[in-house]
């Protein structure tokens, strides 16, 4: 908590959000209904928070809920029982200061680079220019400045994830939800990704919920990995991970701390898959 | 070259493959343009031979050169630009009219969806009713004059907007509308911002067949009751056996259907110009 400019996003986060409560689910259970008159139980009983400024990874097997935990937060879908609030606030609706990002882009195929970074400022009343000048900064700071005026289909998948990034910080959130945002991309770009995005989290500290599948970019993103388990997901186990930051996702690959870590985190999710299982 | 003009090199080959494609291609154009004027020839020449020799009867058939003439002859004194003037008023009035509402329609029923259940039962009456059958009706509201033909017309078009713009509002990728969602989109900003600019490559696609159904209703309508127009001209020199008339003004029709065609793809490239940068 010495970092310079960190009292100044916790003030921030204290207007945005009312208080600092960052992300708590409690006690959310949650079913679909299926198309033969039933029903099917994706989350049974799961309570935790994330506090604010912390980075969350959440791992389980495939439909064990992480993405319908994930809609919660977003106030895209509401739980069935339980509750779930961010900043405080029960989540009945997308909230002004949360950010999404998925797998694919999401990109508007008819807006160029800048005008989609643009977007969400759009949604928000704010002016042209002011607007135009912040898209401009972010697409600056995730390496894409001069192809602003490309459109999606001339860009790289990389490259329009890259532009994803930056219409989701455009926003300036406060809380961020992210549902497997680099899982599409090659290894290569990925591990890119993964360290531009660490270096402006570990700036701004927002509060981050993180799905993936991939243990590895887990452990080396996160303060702090849930396991959940298979169908109908349970939080299995818990790790803090303690590595010094700044990390380097890449650099920190054939560090000892970082292996053991990995190593507990992929036995508790194999326990997990085979409990349920 | 030294080692340093690799990229040169490349470059330099590059552009060389360039040019040589261009030039097939060049040559490719000239080829399949003299390829069009030898099957032309190849329908045409028969014709006027067959006609010259007796052996294609020139009151059924009429000939190229009669036709010719007509067009020649009709073009240049101004007979048939009234009529001409009187059928595209009249299509570009009911493609407008009809289009206009067709869009509108296709998204009030996209927006609210008992709108559309209660309204879906006699929608689909109308769109399956062969809407020549209503032209006899339309002469009785709206007279021998323009507005019945502007009617019928209106009552294809609609149809083909509506539910080309619905296909397009239903077949939006859903990941756009959530992205958009949780990026904070109010309902109506999901509208204007994602619905309507995601469904106009499907409206463009009922303009293009809107205006062609457009032209093929008015032209209808003026065969079935009319004091004007090139389908009261075809109704005419049909009754009187003129086949180069007939012929002559079914070619002034296909001009304007072809210029109504290029002017909505040109329009559509325009607007479209994100989608074709992947493509060129
Ligand atoms: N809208 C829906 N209607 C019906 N069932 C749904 C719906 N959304 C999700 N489900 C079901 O809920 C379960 C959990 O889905 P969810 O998308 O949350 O899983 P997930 O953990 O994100 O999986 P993955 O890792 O594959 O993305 C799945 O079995 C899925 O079939
Ligand atoms: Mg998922």
């Keep these: ?30 079913a679909f209904p299926t198309k033969d008159g039933g029903s099917i139980l994706v989350l049974g009983d799961v309570s935790f928070s994330v506090p604010n400024g912390q980075f969350l990874a959440v791992v389980g097997a495939s439909g064990c809920g992480k993405t319908t935990i994930l809609n919660m937060a977003a106030g895209l879908v509401r739980p069935v029982s339980g509750r779930v609030r961010v900043g405080g606030k029960d989540v009945v609706k997308p909230l002004r200061d949360t950010g999404y990002m998925f797998a694919r882009d999401g990109l508007l195929p008819w807006r160029s680079a800048l005008k989609n970074v643009e977007v969400g400022l759009e949604h928000r009343g ?69 360290a531009e995005f660490l270096k402006i989290w570990e700036k701004d500290r927002q509060t981050v919920m993180f799905v993936t599948h991939d243990l590895a970019e887990a452990v080396s ?52 898959e085979e409990r349920a299982g | 070259m030294t080692p340093t003009s690799y990229a040169e090199n490349v470059q330099f080959k590059l552009a060389r493959q360039v040019d040589v494609d261009k030039a097939k291609r060049r040559k490719r154009t000239i080829n399949v343009v003299i390829m069009r004027i030898l099957v032309l020839a190849a329908l045409l020449v028969p014709w006027q031979l067959g006609v010259e020799a007796g052996l294609i009867d020139p009151l059924f058939f009429s000939s190229p050169s009669a036709i010719l003439t007509f067009l020649v002859t009709e073009l240049g004194s101004g007979g048939v630009w009234p009529h001409v003037l009187v059928t595209v008023r009249e299509a570009l009035m009911g493609f407008l009219i009809g289009a206009v509402a067709g869009v509108a329609a296709g998204i009030l029923r996209m927006q609210f969806p008992l709108l559309a259940d209660v309204t879906n039962p006699f929608l689909t009456i109308l769109n399956v009713l062969p809407r020549v059958a209503l032209a006899p009706m339309f002469v009785l509201w709206f007279g021998i004059g323009e507005g019945s033909k502007i009617a019928l017309s209106v009552s294809l078009v609609f149809f083909i907007l509506m539910l080309n713009t619905e296909a397009g509002i239903k077949s939006l990728d859903r990941e756009l509308i959530i992205t958009q969602r949780a990026l904070g989109a109010t309902r109506t900003q999901l509208f204007w911002k994602v619905m309507l600019p995601g469904a106009v490559p499907a409206m463009f696609s009922g303009m293009r067949l809107g205006v062609v159904y457009s032209l093929l209703a008015v032209v209808v309508g003026e065969m079935i009751a009319s004091q004007m127009g090139l389908g009261q001209r075809i109704a005419f020199y049909a009754a009187s056996f003129q086949g180069d008339g007939l012929l002559g003004t079914i070619l002034i029709l296909a001009a304007i259907g072809l210029i109504f065609n290029v002017v909505v793809v040109n329009v559509e490239a325009k607007l479209m110009h994100w989608r074709l940068h992947d493509e060129d």
Aim: charged letters at 25%; zero cysteines; glycine letters at 8%.
């Design chain 1, 1 to 30: 908590m010495t970092r310079p400019g960190e009292e100044e996003v916790v003030a921030n986060l204290a207007g945005q959000a009312g208080g600092a409560d960052g992300i708590s689910i409690e006690k959310v259970g949650h």
């Design chain 1, 126 to 194: 704010v002016p042209k220019a002011e607007r135009r000048e912040r898209a401009l900064k972010m697409l600056d700071i995730v390496g894409l400045s001069g192809f602003g005026d490309s459109y999606p289909a001339q860009l790289s998948q990389g490259m329009r994830q890259r532009v994803a990034i930056a219409r989701t910080l455009a926003i300036n959130p406060a809380t961020l939800l992210m549902d497997e945002p680099f899982a599409a991309l090659d290894a290569q770009t990925k591990l890119a990704l993964q």
């Design chain 1, 221 to 272: 993103m996160a303060d702090r990995v849930i396991v959940l388990t298979s169908r109908p997901g349970r939080i299995h186990a818990e790790f803090e991970i303690d590595l010094p930051r700044p990390r380097d996702p890449a650099e920190i690959r054939f560090d000892e701390g970082y292996l053991r870590q990995l190593d507990q985190v992929w036995h508790a999710l194999k326990e997990a």
